[in-house]
């Protein structure tokens, strides 16, 4: 319930109102997890996206996110965010993780791990994290659509 009440920027009392109401209680399914209750991040998202009156924070949204022209990645890193809760778990204006770049290529992330390991692009780690730099992958993708015929739209 921490979690709900901080993604939505209200009090965990108020997450237990909207739990217990009629109007909303019936959207969300919960599983027990080590003796405790949890809300299924699917129901969640079910709740969001069947009501109006509840948002997720923008406070949760960091700055680059706000930045992010490609809206399909922002939307991508937003709903990536709200599963995880963990900004560190998204790339930055400057690179990607192998799952936004597997979305920005239409691909498997498989396939991207297949590409980087190929040395098709170059790649960095973080910690113990894979990072691709995002300008030379996107040189890259459009060379590889390019080769192949494929023709991208651009999506602001």
Same mark, same amino acid.
């Given at each position: ?61 960091? *700055?680059?996110?706000? #930045? +992010?022209? $490609? ?6 890193? =937003? /709903? %990536? ?56 992958? *996107?040189?890259?993708? #459009? +060379?590889? $659509? ?6 991208? =739209? /651009? %999506?602001?």
């Amino acid at each position: 319930m921490p979690e709900i009440a901080k993604l939505l920027g209200i009090s965990r009392k108020a997450v237990y109102t909207i739990l217990k109401s009629r109007k909303y209680g019936k959207l969300f399914e919960t599983v027990v997890i080590a003796d405790q209750k949890r809300i299924t991040k699917e129901s969640f998202q079910k709740f969001l996206n069947e009501q109006d009156e509840y948002q997720l924070d923008p406070s949760n949204d960091y *700055e680059e996110l706000s #930045k +992010e022209e $490609n809206i399909a990645l922002a939307t991508f890193r =937003r /709903k %990536k965010l709200l599963e995880t809760g963990n900004r560190r778990s998204n790339g930055n204006l400057n690179y990607l993780t192998p799952e936004e770049a597997a979305m920005m290529a239409k691909v498997s992330r498989s396939t991207v791990v297949n590409w980087y390991q190929q040395e098709e692009f170059p790649i960095i780690y973080v910690g113990n994290r894979i990072r691709i730099r995002r300008r030379e992958f *996107e040189k890259w993708l #459009k +060379e590889r $659509n390019r080769v192949n015929g494929i023709h991208s =739209r /651009k %999506k602001s």
